[in-house]
């Protein structure tokens, strides 16, 4: 039997706990998240869905995330992608860059995916996970357009038979007129 006076709250708050303590439950919270967005998916009519789905992720990029200076900087953005991929908080494990340059970026990220985790055990349907990181992915594009880019997967995890996701970001093509 468990005493609830013996640890108190602030021992609690003044532990210093070790990022293998404490990705364990971050991740919790991770797929936590994504399941309640698999849960809307499954009982809302999908144009209300895809709409306010798009909307969310869309402004989770932009405001979340902020915005990388200067604008425009590939490698800055890349820099900054990598950084919140060693995060404990990041939905995937790692990532590998495979090019970099001042216009163009490629990076792998590996490991498996939080989020594809959650909508697989909501018993959703390998389409209906593609859908959803497809819907996803909008967080990363809004988070590179703030920052001065363009950004797409050229692959994904929810992909059949893909153990990876390639990112690509690169310099956004100057607009005639």
């Known amino acids: 039997m468990m005493n609830c006076n013996e640890c108190t709250w ?3 708050k003044e532990k210093k706990y070790t990022l293998e303590e404490i990705r364990p439950v971050i991740a919790a919270c991770i797929r936590d998240s994504a399941t309640i967005v698999g849960l809307y998916y499954k009982h809302l009519p999908k144009e209300i869905f895809e709409k ?15 915005s990388v200076e200067p604008k425009g900087d590939v490698r800055a953005f890349a820099e900054n992608m990598c950084y919140l991929i060693r995060q ?13 340059d001042d216009d163009k970026s490629i ?30 992915a909008y967080s990363d594009i809004a988070f590179a357009e703030v920052s001065g880019l363009d950004f797409r997967f050229e692959e994904t995890m929810a992909d059949e038979g893909c153990d990876h996701c390639i990112a690509v970001m690169q310099r956004r093509e100057k607009q005639n007129g």
């Open 52 to 66: 306010a789905t798009i909307e969310m992720w869309d402004d989770w990029g932009r405001n979340h995330k902020g």
């Open 107 to 136: 990076m792998r990220f590996i490991g498996g995916c939080a989020y594809l985790d959650a909508w697989r055990e909501l018993g959703l349907s390998d389409e209906e996970v593609r859908y959803l990181c497809k819907l996803s």
């Open 10 to 12: 602030k021992e609690q």
């Open 88 to 100: 404990p908080n990041s939905i995937i494990e790692g990532s590998v860059t495979e090019h970099l």
